[in-house]
């Protein structure tokens, strides 16, 4: 008798386990994977739905905190931020003016140490890689063929294909055909055995530099690059070069089939920790001295790059847009994932959150709520 309750105590324990890993809840929504893309603006960026999670025990990152109006800012506005987004999905909001933190924002469930995955804001990341990679002459330039680094590339029967250089894949005009909008082809990409290959292997559809056209597997073919030029994941190299110099110990980065870290999708870290990217690259490249980013390619990434420019604009893996007289650039993922940079006001905004695509509301907050607070 003991042994047959002992035997149903077992089962019951592990079909409690096996649903706790598969039911989303309001603290973990949007279990599942990668979801379709569709269509691709500044603040629609197709990507996999967040999948935010609790850290136990995370230092305050090295972070200063102070309150709004010891920087200009009106406190009591930012408390009519808080209250507009409460019953909304917007689960964080971190804002930082003159290097301190001045204001946080939590939906209930969450808090400083939960992790989110902030989907194709990841490329901003690996675009720093590519400029600190460049800085330590493993690359020579954004105008090497990717030829050199996929020598398969040289069979091709395409000679468009032979063409396509670096800078090609930062801006997203490498003419490769990727209809990530509205479609599966993303769906296929994180699906298929060997996600380098699976974009190489597209045909041409424009010719090179000539066309914008978002594409996560260009951005995962960067990725690559790093690996390859650095002997080392993008992961790694971010470790000893990028995220431990800033204390980032939340982050979390996915790797596809073949072990190469995924360079448009999948890192995932806590807001503060993805704040102080957003401040790093304010700072020119700089965190507390040490420059970790080199400032031209901070210049150089966050400015108009090609003549085949969406709208508002994009430069090395960043999106950039004016609100009135204010430049901003800032990096975006799908479910409204955001870290904004606002150079002229010495500010950065980070929102995570979970909205359906074409309908990510806190650049309307922002503009709303944060830029008058700011006396703009």
């Known amino acids: ?18 649903s706790g890993c598969s039911t989303a809840t309001k603290d973990n929504p949007n279990t599942s994977g990668a979801s379709e893309p569709e269509s691709v603006s500044a603040d629609n960026t197709p990507d996999t739905a967040p999948v935010p999670a609790i850290e136990k025990e995370q230092p305050d990152n090295d972070w200063q905190f102070d309150t709004p109006e010891n920087h200009g800012v009106d406190g009591a506005v930012l408390d009519r931020l808080h209250d507009a987004i409460k019953d909304i999905d917007i689960y964080s909001v971190v804002i930082a003016k003159d290097g301190y933190i001045i204001d946080e924002y939590y939906k ?3 808090d400083e140490r939960s ?23 493993l690359i020579d330039g954004v105008d090497i063929k990717l030829s050199e680094f996929f020598p398969q590339l040289a069979d091709s029967d395409s000679a468009y294909k032979k063409e396509i250089t670096i800078a090609h894949l930062l801006e ?27 974009v190489l292997s597209q045909p041409m559809a424009a010719k090179p530099g000539s066309t914008f056209n978002y594409s996560t597997g260009g951005s995962h073919l960067l990725s690559a690059i790093i ?7 993008s992961y790694d190299f971010a470790l000893e070069h990028l995220l431990q110099p800033l204390g980032m110990d939340s982050v979390q980065w996915r790797a596809d089939p073949q072990g190469i870290t995924d360079g448009g999708n999948g890192i995932s870290m806590n807001a ?18 040490q420059q970790i980013v080199p400032e031209t390619w901070v210049v150089e ?22 609100f009135g007289d ?14 904004v940079v606002v150079p002229e006001l010495e500010l950065v905004a980070v929102s995570t959150g979970s909205f359906p695509s074409g309908s990510y509301p806190f650049l309307n907050y922002f503009r709303d709520y944060v830029l008058p607070a700011s006396g703009h």
């Open 301 to 322: 990434s966050t400015k108009p790059q090609s003549a085949a420019q969406p709208i508002p604009g994009y430069g090395y893996q960043w999106w950039l847009r004016t």
């Open 115 to 137: 992790v989110f995955r902030l989907n194709s804001c990841t490329k901003s990341f690996t675009s720093a890689l590519i400029g600190i990679a460049m800085d330590k002459g």
């Open 326 to 339: 204010l430049s901003t650039y800032f990096a975006v993922g799908h479910g409204g994932q955001y870290i």
């Open 1 to 18: 008798m003991k042994k047959i309750i002992s035997i149903l105590l077992s089962l019951l324990i592990l079909i409690v386990s096996l």
């Open 108 to 110: 209930q469930g969450y």
């Open 227 to 233: 690996q390859k030029a650095a002997g080392q994941t």
């Open 172 to 198: 997203h005009t490498s003419g490769i055909s990727w209809p990530e909008s509205g479609g599966p082809m993303f769906r296929n990409f994180v699906g298929s055995e060997n996600w380098v290959d699976f």
């Open 272 to 289: 503060r920790d993805a704040a102080k990217f957003g401040q790093l690259y304010l700072d020119g490249g700089r965190w507390k001295g």
